[in-house]
């Protein structure tokens, strides 16, 4: 990696923020190098200890107290603190009612947990418009709080948390999944349990998706605030999507920035990338980047209070997705990257299904079986996923660089068109198919190089079968 990224970001971000980056670096290559650990599994005869196990204790944990309230005993490990979440998460206002209405919290409770309500967010690419968009995004959460509380109500729930234990393997049989790890002295450990819940997201050995997104940033203040100034930061404001530049380096960065309590701003800079293009270093030399230009995004004397960065895993729907080879091991979260290949909205997503995949296992251990894959799956993502595909392998001729950057623009310029409910469905994971197919089709009528794009992207075989089938559920499609 170059030394100048690595320069940028001490000088920027401070040597903790480098140290961490390193160590994140240096874990992904030793998991690289290790042959993942397969334990034998537990006899047929044997009864397990535990009914449920969640390995890994971030924004899944929200299934934990729910599934102790149903009988089920539970236990977390976690390789760090349970519910020590680093991130910032929006949502919309109603996608938070799952949290109260499976009786997980009360609404005061959550109601005290959002930071920040918007009057509207907007997607803006550069050289182009300015999209507004209502109801998608608009609540920003304090997400540390949110699952601390949620830990808090694990540990009344009777959920058994192991802080510092890291899973390194499991193994399913008949009766079960021996599952093995590291505490925190360095010592191994043992267990087994009748449902072995995956929930260590990019981290999982499972978590095989074919798309990534590299997200670096975090909590700024410091940032000039303004009203309608593209370079001030409006608190009233959710910023979801927005360029400032063309391809550059064979990546189309995006901007998002979500005011939080006075004066802080989540700032994050991301890019789509299909997961084989994954490389130690990268989250560095995207950090550099992002000290680098956020003076040409926003104005104001910057500084980073929390940094926030990760990979977030993705998939396509064009390629089989991530899958365990045993029904007892179930992906949950990012490992099993059911959210929207488009936004990559794991909150979102885990606000609308951490209550069905809490019920869907607690029904497969009253009949004594492994639950196998229960993420309900939005349906649209079979349509998105091609897209998002296009969006990760963004035409490298620098006399095109600015043409990803046309084609978004001409999208949501359609998008906008068809109503603020249409658009605000889209980041919701919820337009349906007919809508989808027409805004599809209405930009292509104006940017027809989208065909070209898809074609490049996904070869004839793939593209004749992606059109096919958009075409095929529209025309099935209930109507309006
Ligand atoms: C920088 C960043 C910003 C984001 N912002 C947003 C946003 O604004 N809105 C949104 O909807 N989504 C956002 N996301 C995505 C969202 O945070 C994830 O979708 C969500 O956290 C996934 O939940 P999870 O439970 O699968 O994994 P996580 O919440 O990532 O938790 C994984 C847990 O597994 C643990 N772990 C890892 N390895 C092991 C192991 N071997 N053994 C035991 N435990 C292990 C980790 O310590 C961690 O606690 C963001 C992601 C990142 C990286």
């Known amino acids: 990696m170059s030394a100048h990224a690595r320069d940028v970001v001490r000088a920027c971000g401070g040597d903790e923020l480098l140290d961490r980056l390193d160590r994140l670096d240096a874990l992904q290559a030793g998991r690289a190098q290790a042959a993942p650990e397969r334990p034998t599994a537990p006899e047929a005869a044997h009864r397990p200890e535990w009914d449920v196990v969640l390995a890994g204790g971030g924004l899944s944990l929200l299934m934990a107290p729910l599934l102790a309230a149903r009988g089920a005993r539970v236990a977390v490990f976690d390789a760090g603190r349970i519910g020590a979440v680093h991130r910032e998460w929006n949502c919309a206002g109603d996608e938070l009612a799952p949290l109260w209405e499976t009786g997980l919290l009360d609404r005061t409770t959550v109601e005290a947990l959002v930071l920040n309500r918007y009057r509207h967010g907007f997607c803006r690419w550069s050289g182009g418009g300015t999209y507004p968009v209502t109801g998608a995004l608009d609540y920003a959460v304090d997400a540390g709080a949110l699952l601390a509380t949620v830990r808090a109500r694990a540990e009344a729930a009777g959920v058994a948390l192991f802080d510092r234990h890291a899973v390194t393997g499991e193994r399913g049989g008949v009766s ?15 267990g087994t349990t009748r449902v072995f819940l995956d929930a260590r997201g990019a981290a999982s050995p499972w978590a095989r998706g074919d798309l990534t997104c590299p997200t670096v940033g975090g909590v700024m203040t410091g940032l000039d605030e303004g009203v309608d100034d593209p370079e001030r930061i409006d608190p009233t404001v959710g910023e979801i999507l927005v360029t400032t530049e063309g391809v550059e380096d064979g990546r189309q960065h995006i901007w998002e920035a979500f005011p939080g309590r006075p004066g802080e701003t989540t700032v994050y800079l991301f890019a789509y990338e299909p997961a084989s293009a994954r490389r130690p270093g990268d989250l560095t030399r995207l950090y550099a980047r992002f000290f680098e230009r956020l003076p040409a995004y926003k104005r104001g ?135 989808f197919v027409q805004f599809a089709w209405s930009t292509s009528r104006e940017r027809p190089e989208v065909y070209d794009e898809v074609f490049r992207v996904l070869g004839p075989l793939g593209a004749a079968r992606w059109g096919l089938g958009a075409a095929a559920r529209a025309a099935f499609a209930p109507g309006p």
């Open 176 to 190: 079960g999944v021996r599952f093995r790890g590291i505490d925190p002295a360095g010592r191994p450990f043992e």
């Open 301 to 435: 004397a910057a500084r980073m209070v929390r940094p926030t960065f990760g990979h977030i895993p993705g998939w396509s729907r064009q390629v089989p997705g991530p899958r365990t080879d045993h029904p007892r091991i179930v992906l949950v979260g990012d490992a099993a990257a059911r959210h929207s290949p488009l936004t990559f909205c794991g909150f979102g997503k885990a606000l609308r299904s951490f209550g069905p995949v809490a019920d869907a296992v607690a029904a497969a251990l009253a009949d004594d079986r492994g639950p196998g894959e229960v993420l309900p799956e939005d349906p649209i993502h079979r349509l998105t996923g091609a897209l998002a595909l296009v969006m990760a392998r963004p035409s490298t001729v620098p006399a095109r660089a600015g043409a990803l950057n046309a084609l978004l623009d001409a999208a949501f310029r359609r998008l906008h068109g068809l109503g603020d409910a249409a658009y605000r469905d889209l980041i919701r994971d919820r337009l349906d198919d007919r809508r």
